[in-house]
């Protein structure tokens, strides 16, 4: 059997996530469920009642990874204090998630069910110990899994009598970490004897000053908790000099918009974000996250491009290891880097620009209507939000 019956048989409406999937991506590109009015909160409300899926993962080609595939399910007992537990988790950054996965790791995902029919999900990496609704990632201790583990226990190793022989598998191939030659090649080790000036096209910066004028006016109205948190303007200095350092010269709404915010305040639950939920980021934590990704793959001894080049510009994050990018190179068009998934600039997921996702993420707001099934919503504490609600198949 690979799927659970409804969880609220009856309930007045329901989805595909009434289910456990047969396979799930986890730290993917896989949307998880949300119900409506949802918040930045881990599992708000009060489920009445939640089902364990259980998925083991098949690791390969590097840092990426194939979807998991369901073993097992059962239902969640206790449900409400299990789910004001996994709100009191501390929350994590994105810079703080580093994980190294071998051989076939196990993962759960929790479907926790709601009395308008409506269900939302929330994932358990074993091998990581986090726990993610697709808004926040936090740390689980094991206590906080030790319930999910007694409930859907790990697969058995298989009978004796029914094992196979098979050749012993050789060593894992050796790492050798990129040279200075191939970091150079890759954008990672740029020269800093050119310096990179801050000269925005006019037309380019009235549009983006533009932008972000409807933009501000929106919170300033609506979410003032979120608009608090836009930072101040970033030094011109400064950004000239990153630049020169990353060895990249910013496209023009990227540094219009530094120069109007340098980034939002990080930790703060009510933080400024673009859809699909990514904080912009200061030049600091641009400097630091274009840092850790080179070092990623000089230790990987990945040259390919296919998941990093030092040509990117790190711009947003989203807390569950995400990173928004900007590719000067072509154009200024705006994608993701994946932890696990790679670089990804497709119609789905990517932008022409950062102008452009501005541009739609203004006109959200102020009409009320989604961007690519995320939808504004502004709680009690006038924080702006976005809830992703795909269409029902």
Same mark, same amino acid.
């Given at each position: ?11 007045? !409406? ?81 810079? *703080? ?22 269900? &939302? ?10 726990v993610t609704n697709g808004r ?72 983006? #000053?533009?932008?972000?004028? !409807? ?29 020169? !350092?990353?060895?990249? !010269? ?22 400024? &974000?673009?859809?699909?939920? +990514? ?47 900007? #590719? ?10 994946? #932890? ?12 022409p620009s950062y102008l452009a ?6 006109? *959200? ?7 690519? +099934? ?20």
């Amino acid at each position: 059997m690979t799927v659970v019956p409804q969880l609220l048989p009856g309930a007045g !409406r329901t989805s595909a996530w009434d289910r456990c999937p047969a396979q799930f991506t986890f730290l993917g590109k896989n949307q998880l469920p949300t119900r409506p009015g949802a918040t930045t909160r881990l599992v708000p409300g009060e489920p009445g009642s939640a089902v364990v899926c259980r998925y083991q993962r098949r690791m390969g080609g590097g840092l990426r990874e194939a979807p998991a595939r369901l073993i097992g399910f059962h239902p969640l007992p206790d449900v409400r204090s299990y789910a004001e537990r996994a709100d009191r988790l501390p929350v994590m950054g994105s810079g *703080s998630i580093a994980c190294l996965y071998v051989g076939e790791p196990l993962s759960d995902l929790v479907l926790f069910s709601y009395g308008d029919g409506r269900v &939302q999900g929330l994932s358990i990496d074993e091998s990581c110990k986090l726990v993610t609704n697709g808004r926040r990632t936090a740390k689980a201790d094991q206590g906080f899994v030790d319930l999910v583990n007694a409930l859907v226990p790990s697969p058995a190793p298989p009978s004796p009598t029914l094992m196979v022989t098979t050749p012993a598998p050789g060593p894992a191939p050796k790492r050798t970490p990129l040279t200075q030659a191939r970091l150079e090649a890759i954008g990672c080790a740029p020269s800093a004897d050119h310096p990179i000036p801050v000269r925005p096209d006019p037309a380019r910066a009235a549009a983006t #000053d533009q932008v972000w004028r !409807r933009i501000e006016t929106w919170l300033r109205a609506h979410a003032p908790a979120t608009y608090a948190t836009l930072g101040p303007p970033a030094d011109p200095g400064r950004i000239a000099a990153l630049q020169t !350092r990353l060895g990249v !010269r910013f496209p023009d709404d990227v540094v219009v918009s530094l120069l109007r915010h340098n980034g939002v305040r990080q930790g703060d639950r009510a933080a400024f &974000q673009v859809p699909l939920m +990514y904080r912009p980021l200061s030049l600091d934590r641009i400097e630091s996250t274009w840092r850790m990704l080179c070092g990623i793959v000089r230790d990987m001894g990945d040259a390919s491009g296919t998941w990093w080049s030092g040509r990117l510009v790190p711009i947003g994050e989203d807390g569950g290891g995400v990173t928004l990018v900007v #590719d000067p190179d072509h154009g200024g068009r705006v994608g993701d880097a994946d #932890d696990e998934q790679g670089l990804i600039f497709d119609s789905g997921e990517g932008w022409p620009s950062y102008l452009a996702l501005l541009q739609a993420t203004a006109t *959200s707001l102020e009409s009320g209507r989604p961007v690519r +099934y995320s939808h504004p919503q502004v709680d009690r504490s006038g924080a702006l939000d976005w809830s992703y609600r795909p269409p029902r198949s």
